[in-house]
């Protein structure tokens, strides 16, 4: 296998909406969960996503993660990697975007780093610096306040300065207009000056092809699935790609029972749990009761039991950002965010071994939690559930046949769940 492109993926979900718009642009992909085992049997593709859990843990640990990733990429031929974030830039004062882009740009010998977290087919806009959710910046929208990584400051030359140890620079809108070659021509120039990372805006779907074609020249970038759209266009424009990836991953139909988690407590996920309410049976996990020991996790498993031969379920452990902020202030955030993640685990666990084959997940955290559980080495992406959502196929697993989603906590329609349900079969 040579690969065209590597990306190494800073959470599940976000590699699973990375490795959609890759298939979507014609490139065969398969998303791995970590650094896949020599073992694996992958099938001949063009791009891997290397999903890590590295969000939200110590900066030295993304670091090694990140750069173990890198070197198993290049080891199969990738000229260019990339390290995806989220669209929302989620990160701390200490890291983990800088750090990791430092360390990559060290390895990969390039003197500057493109990077945008631009996706404008998502409602995320870079102007002048600044990340937009629509039509407002990213500190004034509802995104702002992300349990783990809130992200206050919408000015990402700010942010990123403050978790570098290199300048930031700026490509602003007016330069990315005037085309590839003058924004290499800016890039040059702010390399001279001693700058090793710029960001680069990017308002329409025309500027996303505009920084592929630049950042393709470079061996690492760093952005969200915007990013990835421009590369996966430059390649196959190129022509060191042929767009053949299959739309769908119609194999042996996948039966058995279904089921739904949901662990993010974005305002998109909360509206598609109450419209879940209206065709399927809803848990709400007690999240004192989560925190205190394994009896709700039961108590959980054993109501999901009673229903499951019947039609799928959901349990959810969202809860409202006031709800969270005073869950955090009396248990810690950390303590906290732990107890719900493993007890989301455990019912994960514990549903696919009552006869569920098809699992629906909700939440970037929470996705993690779960798929490192069931073991799940890889995945096969098939068709679009709703744009950044494909369809999984487990590749590998330990457990029979598995279909999975894994949606970030913002992604999707009030009806993602039904949506969902409706392409996994």
């Known amino acids: 296998m040579t690969l065209a492109l590597g990306c190494i993926a800073d959470d599940y979900t976000g590699a699973s909406d990375l490795a959609n718009t890759l298939t979507r642009c014609g490139l065969r992909t398969v998303q791995t969960i970590g650094i896949p085992a020599d073992d694996l049997q992958l099938p001949e593709v063009d791009a891997v996503v290397v999903s890590l859990k590295s969000r939200s843990i110590a900066a030295s640990k993304a670091v090694e993660k990140s750069r173990a990733a890198e070197k198993w990429m290049r080891s199969r031929g990738a000229d260019h990697v990339l390290f995806k974030i989220c669209s929302t830039f989620d990160s701390t004062d200490a890291g983990n975007i800088g750090p990791v882009m430092d360390a990559l740009r060290i390895d990969s010998g390039d003197s500057i780093v493109l990077v945008t977290p631009a996706f404008p087919e998502t409602g995320r806009t870079v102007y002048q610096g600044n990340l937009f959710v629509g039509a407002v910046p990213l500190n004034e929208s509802p995104l702002k306040d992300h349990p783990l990584n809130p992200m206050h400051d919408s000015n990402l030359v700010r942010v990123l300065a403050r978790q570098s140890v290199t300048n930031i620079g700026l490509v602003d809108l007016g330069v990315v207009a005037c085309g590839a070659d003058v924004v290499r ?109 394994g009896a709700e996790v039961q108590r959980a498993l054993g109501w999901a039991k009673e229903r499951l031969g019947k039609g799928p379920v959901l349990i959810a452990s969202s809860s409202t950002p006031d709800q969270v902020t005073a869950l955090q202030k009396r248990h810690g955030r950390d303590a906290a965010g732990h107890a719900i993640e493993q007890a989301m685990a455990d019912l994960a666990e514990g549903l ?58 913002n992604f999707g329609g009030p009806a993602f769940f039904e949506d969902a349900l409706g392409l996994m079969t």
């Open 185 to 293: 021509t800016h890039l040059d120039g702010l390399s001279e000056n001693g700058f090793g990372a710029a960001i680069i805006d990017a308002v329409f779907a025309s500027d996303l092809e505009t920084i592929g074609a630049v950042a393709l020249g470079h061996r690492v970038s760093v952005g969200a699935s915007g990013m990835g759209l421009g590369l996966a266009r430059a390649l196959v424009a190129s022509g060191r790609v042929k767009a053949n990836a299959a739309t769908s991953i119609k194999d042996t139909p996948v039966g058995g029972a279904a089921a739904c988690l949901a662990g993010s407590c974005s305002q998109a996920t909360l509206q598609q749990i109450a419209r879940a309410e209206q065709v399927m049976p809803v848990l709400h996990l007690d999240p004192e009761q989560v925190i205190a020991g």
């Open 352 to 409: 696919v071994r009552a006869g569920v084959q098809r699992l629906v997940v909700a939440g970037g955290e929470t996705s993690g939690a779960v798929v490192d559980r069931l073991g799940i080495p890889g995945f096969l992406v098939g068709a679009e559930i709703a744009a950044g959502v494909p369809v999984l196929r487990a590749v590998g697993a330990a457990e029979r046949q598995m279909l999975l989603a894994l949606k970030s906590g």
